[in-house]
């Protein structure tokens, strides 16, 4: 089987700029990601942690078996659409 080559400048303004956004873009995301893990506001979790209630993350941690790896799904779902 004959390899696929790639045409790609690796070399060229373009693909600078792409890459640049690239890491951009994947920054923005690892900081929603972490910022959605919070589970909220501290006044929030404060308050719910008074009520005697666990956030949904806290709840999934105790489900799951220590140093086993649980992927979630969908941790962007409804970003953007709640202040």
Not at 12 to 25: D, I, L, S, W
Not at 41 to 58: M, V
Request: charged fraction near 40%.
């Amino acid at each position: 089987m004959e390899p696929i080559r790639s045409k790609v400048n690796v070399k060229g303004e373009e693909f600078r700029r792409n890459a640049c956004r690239y890491a951009e873009v994947a920054e923005e995301l690892l900081e929603r990601r972490a910022r959605i893990r919070k589970g909220g506001p501290e006044k929030a979790l404060k308050l719910h942690h008074e009520r005697g209630k666990l956030t949904a993350r806290e709840r999934i941690e105790m489900l799951v078996d220590p140093d086993t790896p649980f992927l979630e799904l969908g941790m962007l779902a409804a970003w953007g659409i709640y202040d």
